[in-house]
């Protein structure tokens, strides 16, 4: 099994690292050997350098994620700064636990030292709110640069993280108003409020993990602007202090917001849709039923169904969380009901009309009608007055009624003409064949690559998860896009 697998790849990662791997069902239980060379050995690494470190996994023939677990909990040793010279001066196999053991326990020091309040008060304290779209790797990147980046300056950096499983290691009240400033880098909204009186700086999450240094230096040296929450304020992504501000910080983060949320829809529906074209392909469709691949079986079309319905709501949650960005609980309901009018359109002739003279707007009208809701939520928030005694009813009458009320009709105006430019969007990418398919790929492929997860990649991906939103795509399995920028994201 190991051999079979190393005539596929060199699974030599390079820095002296090797980690073959194979189920089998020999393998009774799952087992990792560990060896090493004093000399080296030319193992065809990928880095072309010799091999003096190997981890063989050998993982029974059903346990599907037993080696991939291994592979994963190595590297996450491996990649600790001097593990892997401390493995390379063992001499006994218990000074090899031994290595493994202290790791882990400092792995556990760690985690404990991050969600332990700080109590130092010899240093200086700066708090921090890490977030990124997805919620899976940015946001703990930056957690792990700032905190480093602070134990290198002698400062406390205290990091709350939200992350897709949610808020980890949450900011005290205390430790807010004992820092000195805050450090909000995030590509989403945030709660914020909290930090209302505070010097604080927003910057996207990137910079993070590319600038600690001079995010922590901009506290200390008292260079950041107060911050100071809306009346009313709950959750909201951070106003951007110095050289990121202006419309197109606020626009990103809204729309960050709202593709956040979107994406899980768009995962689990995307998932369970390619199921049903799998279940088809290994149960056979005639070649005269082609067109009905995804649900020509009874079991395909169920699973269809299920990835549909998720898929359905991918619109409505975009233009819902945008809206929500940008005014909270008021712009929710608007942004959702202009997310569901983009996804199904207005009729031209209102009166008897049928579903063929629908237009709907697509990605586009969502894309515009979440900020559109957002902005009427906002405005409505400012100038709708009442007595206090009724304070209780703007929120949770007024405000839902003329949000939803307004901003249905103003998408009468968005959905037509968007309706005509996503129309014919669809048509062209459609149309796409050949060097000029070929040429897209390669400009969104680049796209997805070229800034490690910055404004351009989002561009793409948030482009290309539109062209999913046209019918046609989830009777046909996605896009020549999707599958392009996937590729391109995925190298």
Do not use: W
């Amino acid at each position: 099994g190991i051999m079979n697998r190393e005539a596929q790849t060199s699974t030599g990662l390079g820095d002296g690292i090797a980690m073959p791997h194979s189920k089998n069902a020999a393998v009774k239980e799952a087992t990792v050997l560990f060896a090493k060379s004093a000399k080296g050995v030319d193992y065809e690494s990928l880095d072309g350098q010799s091999t003096d470190l190997f981890f063989m996994i050998a993982a029974p023939d059903g346990a599907n994620d037993t080696h991939l677990a291994a592979l994963a909990e190595l590297s996450k040793y491996l990649m600790k700064d001097g593990f892997a010279d401390k493995l390379r001066q063992v001499t006994s196999p218990d000074e090899v636990i031994a290595t493994f053991d202290a790791a882990e326990e400092e792995n556990k020091a760690e985690a404990a030292s991050k969600a332990a309040p700080v109590t130092d008060d010899d240093k200086p304290l700066v708090v921090a709110v890490t977030a990124c779209t997805t919620g899976i790797a940015h946001t703990y990147m930056a957690e792990e640069a700032l905190i480093k980046q602070g134990q290198e300056m002698g400062v406390n950096v205290r990091v709350e993280t939200n992350g897709a499983s949610g808020v980890g290691t949450p900011l005290t009240a205390d430790e807010i108003k004992r820092a000195k400033g805050v450090i909000v880098v995030a590509d989403k909204a945030v709660e914020m409020p909290r930090f209302d009186g505070k010097p604080l700086i927003s910057r996207p999450v990137a910079e993070g993990i590319k600038k600690p240094e001079e995010l922590i230096n901009t506290i200390l040296d008292g260079k950041a602007e107060t911050y100071h929450a809306a009346a009313g304020e709950a959750s909201t992504a951070a106003s951007d202090s110095g050289e990121k501000t202006g419309l197109g910080a606020a626009f990103y983060k809204h729309l960050m917001s709202g593709v956040s949320q979107m994406l899980p829809f768009v995962i689990g529906g995307g998932i369970i849709t390619a199921i049903s074209f799998l279940i088809d392909n290994f149960m056979g469709v005639p070649q005269s039923h082609l067109s009905d691949l995804g649900h020509y079986h009874a079991a395909a079309a169920i699973f269809n169904q299920i990835g549909g319905a998720a898929f359905f709501f991918m619109l409505p949650i975009l233009a819902g969380y945008i809206a929500y960005s940008i005014a909270e609980k008021p712009g929710l309901v608007a942004g959702v009901t202009a997310g569901y009018i983009a996804k199904v359109g207005y009729a031209i002739n209102m009166i008897g009309a049928d579903e063929s003279k629908l237009i709907p707007s697509g990605f586009l009208g969502a894309l515009v009608g979440g900020f559109l809701a957002g902005g009427v939520a906002l405005l409505l928030k400012k100038y709708v007055k009442v007595p206090r005694s009724l304070e209780g009813i703007k929120s949770i009458l007024l405000l839902p009624l003329l949000g939803v009320g307004i901003t249905g009709f103003l998408m009468l105006l968005v959905n037509v003409p968007m309706g005509a430019i996503n129309t014919a969007l669809s048509n062209f990418l459609e149309g796409l064949s050949g060097s000029s398919a070929l040429l897209l790929g390669l400009i969104v492929g680049a796209m997805m690559a070229i800034d490690m997860g910055g404004p351009f990649n989002k561009a793409a991906y948030v482009f290309a998860t539109g062209t999913l939103a046209d019918p046609n795509a989830l009777a046909h399995g996605g896009t020549v896009v999707m599958a392009a920028v996937m590729a391109g994201g995925m190298v």
